[in-house]
T-cell receptor, first 113, second 113 residues
Framework: GQSLEQPSEVTAVEGAIVQINCTYQ??????LSWYQQHDGGAPTFLSY????GLEETGRFSSFLSRSDSYGYLLLQELQMKDSASYFC??????????????FGTGTQLKVEL | NAGVTQTPKFQVLKTGQSMTLQCAQD?????MYWYRQDPGMGLRLIYY???????DKGEVPNGYNVSRLNKREFSLRLESAAPSQTSVYFC????????????FGPGTRLLVL
């Protein structure tokens, strides 16, 4: 089975940098994804790491260390609109392209003035 | 492109009633998924369809059935609803092998009394 751990809440100030950590224990691992979800909304894809290292997409970066079963999402130049829940998700390797995701319970980020 | 659409948006059922949640995508994606999300929780996979003509169980399949009607449509059926199935249900789709992004619909909010 899979289990993922993330902090339940993080609070930061507008303009600051925040890091949301994710540790996982899995029976099979193919990659780590991050999704953002605003209250009442649908999750939206942010990033994916299959290999160790840092992936950067604008203000957001994601890091993976496979040997430590650990990853994080880094948000820079925080804006009020970044207030949302952030989920890490582990991909199982499934044949035929239909990869399954197991999601963490999410980190609620509150950005304050 | 409408992306992923779900109907209905809201539904109230009595215990024992049945209903079908509809999902359609117009992006020509191969893979489709059904998740449920309970308050303060991450998404849990109910069923998925890696490609047209195939369906497989996810993490929490009990009490549900699915049909991949064609490449566009993937429905979720509750044969005899129970209060424990009160949740928000999200459908998602993914292009296929080599693509990591899952695209989510707006969700169906279901209350079982």
């Amino acid at each position: 089975g899979q289990s993922l751990e993330q902090p339940s809440e993080v609070t930061a100030v507008e303009g600051a940098i925040v890091q949301i950590n994710c540790t996982y224990q899995t029976s099979g691992f193919y990659g780590l994804s991050w999704y953002q979800q605003h209250d009442g909304g649908a999750p939206t894809f942010l990033s994916y790491n299959a290999l160790d290292g840092l992936e950067e997409t604008g203000r957001f970066s994601s890091f993976l260390s496979r040997s430590d079963s650990y990853g994080y999402l880094l948000l820079q130049e925080l804006q009020m609109k970044d207030s949302a829940s952030y989920f890490c998700a582990v991909r199982d390797q499934v044949t035929g392209g239909g990869n399954k995701l197991t999601f963490g319970t999410g980190t609620q980020l509150k950005v304050e003035l | 492109n409408a992306g992923v659409t779900q109907t209905p948006k809201f539904q109230v059922l009595k215990t024992g009633q049945s209903m079908t949640l509809q999902c359609a995508q117009d992006m020509n994606h191969n893979s489709m998924y059904w998740y449920r999300q309970d308050p303060g929780m991450g998404l849990r996979l109910i069923y998925y369809s890696a490609s047209e003509g195939t369906t497989d169980k996810g993490e929490v399949p009990n009490g549900y059935n699915v049909s991949r009607l064609n490449k566009r449509e993937f429905s979720l059926r509750l044969e005899s609803a129970a209060p424990s199935q009160t949740s928000v249900y999200f459908c998602a789709s993914k292009p296929g092998q080599g693509h990591e992004t899952q695209y989510f619909g707006p969700g169906t909010r279901l209350l079982v009394l």
